[in-house]
Antibody, heavy 123, light 110 residues
């Protein structure tokens, strides 16, 4: 059974940093793209970024709104995905979801989601 | 302002059919697959439709997707109370080199 469990959310001051983790199980982690998607309170979904799989050299891509401030990394030995968030702004306040991308097949979309972890940026 | 345009709300009575639209451009819907996600209140989103019109295992055939040109639609037939949720379309945008979501449509079953 595929499971994604996010952790690391909390309250942080503007300009601060936070690192989110996503523990994955139930599949061969290194073989798959992984993404972060966020949702501000009462708002819609926003893609944050992704890391590719081993066949694509784990290339990362980011949304323009977070590029240069956020970094996605993965530890395949720990089956874990990370999101390092720096220079945080109030508009980064959101629930952050870890998702698989195309786990069930190429181009199958965000097919599994974690439960999310809430990040609040406020003084 | 989302790159993909969805109506903010839709509604129907039990048993009725409803369609939710998603409008994009040649850099996204016009050249790549469309995906739909369902988000029930207080829960994480769930994949509902992939590659324009494919249903993951376990998704009822009351849900169907289609695409034409730079627009896509999600149709739900035989509405049930448990279909009350937010629905989002998504697609890879070649110009932005990233995924984009529609603003979401809140479906109310009256």
């Amino acid at each position: 059974e595929v499971q994604l469990v996010e952790s690391g959310g909390g309250l942080v001051q503007p300009g601060g940093s936070l690192k989110l983790s996503c523990a994955a199980s139930g599949f061969t982690f290194s073989d798959h793209f992984m993404d972060w998607v966020r949702q501000a309170p009462g708002r819609g979904l926003e893609w944050v970024g992704r890391t590719a799989d081993t066949h694509n050299n784990y290339i990362t891509r980011y949304a323009a709104s977070v590029r240069g401030r956020f970094t996605i990394s993965r530890d395949n030995s720990e089956n874990s995905l990370y999101l390092q968030m720096n220079s945080l702004k109030s508009e980064d306040t959101a629930v952050y979801y870890c998702t698989t991308e195309g786990l069930t097949g190429r181009s199958n979309g965000f097919d599994f989601w974690g439960q999310g972890t809430l990040v609040t940026v406020s003084s | 302002q989302s790159v993909l345009t969805q109506p903010p709300s839709a509604s129907g009575t039990p048993g009725q059919s409803v369609t939710i639209s998603c409008s994009g451009s040649n850099s996204n819907i016009g050249r790549d697959y469309v995906y739909w996600y369902q988000q029930l209140p207080g829960t994480a989103p769930k994949l509902l439709i992939y590659k324009n019109d494919q249903r993951p295992s376990g998704v009822p055939d009351r849900f169907s997707g289609s695409k034409s040109g730079t627009s896509a639609s999600l149709a739900i037939s035989g509405l049930r109370s448990e279909d009350e949720a937010d629905y989002y379309c998504a697609v890879w945008d070649d110009s932005l080199s990233g995924w984009v979501f529609g603003g979401g449509t809140k479906l109310t079953v009256l």
